[in-house]
């Protein structure tokens, strides 16, 4: 790769032709290093490496940066996976703002659909972690950022003082709901049956090892194991069926739903649980 493509990699992957002018690339060499392919033009005045992330690209075509869910799927946290939209904080001054995957175009005329969030001042061509959840609150609602900031924190993408700006940034009715977060979770499944659980006001615990089966995802009360399954990762169904006849051998009943039950159909998982509580599974 050329000088170029190094100076537009140190400031982030994205950078303005005229940062890289003050650090002495000029039109010229710019030019080179774009008909060469070593950097790509992604709007008038803006160049980024083509190692960068296409959100990241489309959202600074755009004429801001990546952020809320967008933001937070490109540092790794939990999304819902059937969410297309391109989410991009825009600053208030900004005009002309183009179709995320063709600069002559206005946005107007994107077919990808794009969420434009007005902010007061630039961002950097993506949204830090805590601002990216505490955005993603007020766009998405409480449920969404609490699973973000689970995965956040499974994942260790947020420091002690990240959570506490994430707890001034964030809306106060999040802030009670945030004091349950925990870096148990391992998919966003997980996260959203926590949720499920703690409205039901059930007796819980997480990740819990048993001898003979393994660790499970939750055990409600003394006896009932729920297990869910994450968009990501499907156990062998025979493996399923042993884990839950092992359960049985000692005197546990099981539940066990997957991402589609728990994203989709939340009223038909909820019913199943408070089914299992009236005939006293807890306990049993």
């Known amino acids: 790769m050329t000088w170029v493509h190094d100076q537009v990699v140190s400031l982030g992957g994205v950078a303005r032709a005229s940062e890289l002018s003050r650090r002495g690339a000029g039109p010229g060499l710019i030019a080179s290093a774009w008909r060469s392919g070593e950097i790509v033009r992604v709007r008038k005045g803006w160049y980024a490496s083509p190692q960068m992330p296409s959100d990241v690209i489309q959202a600074v075509r755009v004429g801001g940066s990546l952020a809320c869910v967008s933001a937070a799927r490109n540092h790794g946290l939990w999304t819902p996976g059937d969410d297309t939209c391109l989410h991009v904080a825009v600053p208030s001054t900004a005009a002309r703002l183009r179709s995320p995957r063709n600069a002559r175009a206005p946005l107007a005329d994107a077919l990808r659909p794009v969420m434009v969030h007005w902010q007061r001042a630039s961002a950097p061509a993506v949204q830090a972690v805590p601002e990216s959840i505490a955005l993603a609150i007020r766009c998405q609602g409480a449920e969404t950022g609490f699973v973000l900031l689970e995965s956040a924190l499974h994942h260790r993408r947020l420091s002690r003082g990240e959570r506490a700006l994430l707890n001034v940034a964030a809306p106060n009715s999040f802030r009670s709901l945030a004091l ?29 090892e048993m001898a003979g089966v393994g660790r499970v995802d939750f055990v409600l009360g003394n006896r009932l194991v729920v297990e869910v399954d994450s968009r990501e990762f499907h156990r062998d169904p025979l493996v399923d069926r042993q884990r839950d006849a092992a359960l049985s051998a000692r005197g546990y009943r099981s539940l066990r739903f997957m991402y589609a039950q728990i994203v989709h159909d939340r009223d038909a998982v909820r019913n199943a649980i408070v089914g299992a509580v009236i005939r006293g599974d807890l306990s049993a």
């Open 180 to 208: 349950h977060a925990g870096a148990l979770s391992e998919s966003g499944t997980e996260s959203l049956m926590k949720l499920l659980l703690l409205d039901l006001a059930l007796p819980f615990r997480q990740q819990v």
